[in-house]
């Protein structure tokens, strides 16, 4: 069975995952193993992602950094703590964008699954790229879906 990987923000109600759920619905089950990872959950169209889709919340359910912090505290990850924290702030220098996302893309950590393909399905959004590109394993990377 290949594995697919897709990368996208949100699932809202708009055209970009209209269009994201029309191709989960035409991909055979029975051959792709298909993970979707969000950058946050919610969203109008989460409730029609097909249920064999592994869904994988990105940042969490946390609503805020502080509220995010605060939790890997809790668990005593102190570490990831400060990373989240740091990154964060760090953040806040950088010009809104591609630069921005990159330093946020540091809070999360890489994925050690192997993909087949893994695709950046909202661009030009700059988020689904960086993950692709350096927090993705995948034999292949198709960086540029653009739904139009």
Same mark, same amino acid.
């Not at 089950?29 to 959950?41: D, I, N, P, R, S």
């Not at 912090?69 to 990850?77: A, E, L, P, Q, S």
């Given at each position: %069975?290949?594995?697919?990987?897709?990368? +996208?923000? !949100? %699932?809202?109600?708009?055209?970009? @995952? &209209?269009?994201?759920?029309? %191709? #989960? @619905?035409? $991909?055979?089950?029975?051959?792709?193993?298909? +993970?979707?990872?969000?950058?946050?959950?919610?969203?109008?169209?989460?409730?029609?992602?097909?249920?064999?889709?592994?869904?994988?919340? #990105?940042?969490? *359910? @946390?609503? +805020?950094? $502080?509220?995010?912090?605060?939790?890997?505290?809790?668990?005593?990850?102190?570490? *990831?703590?400060?990373?989240?924290?740091?990154?964060?702030?760090?953040?806040?220098?950088?010009?809104?964008?591609? !630069? !921005?996302?990159? $330093?946020?893309?540091?809070?999360?950590?890489?994925?050690?699954? $192997?993909? *087949?393909?893994?695709?950046?399905?909202?661009?030009?959004?700059?988020?689904?790229?960086?993950?692709?590109? @350096?927090?993705?394993?995948?034999?292949? &990377?198709?960086?540029?879906?653009? !739904? %139009?």
């Amino acid at each position: %069975m290949k594995k697919i990987a897709i990368v +996208t923000r !949100q %699932m809202i109600a708009g055209g970009i @995952e &209209k269009a994201l759920i029309s %191709m #989960l @619905e035409v $991909i055979p089950k029975e051959k792709y193993e298909v +993970t979707l990872f969000v950058m946050a959950g919610g969203g109008e169209f989460e409730k029609f992602i097909p249920k064999w889709v592994n869904i994988k919340n #990105l940042y969490g *359910d @946390e609503k +805020t950094i $502080i509220e995010k912090v605060i939790n890997k505290m809790r668990k005593g990850k102190f570490i *990831d703590a400060f990373r989240i924290g740091f990154y964060s702030l760090k953040s806040l220098r950088a010009r809104p964008g591609y !630069q !921005q996302e990159k $330093i946020l893309a540091k809070i999360l950590p890489k994925e050690n699954e $192997i993909f *087949d393909l893994a695709i950046a399905y909202h661009v030009p959004a700059s988020f689904p790229v960086v993950y692709v590109v @350096e927090h993705l394993k995948a034999k292949k &990377k198709l960086l540029g879906y653009i !739904q %139009m």
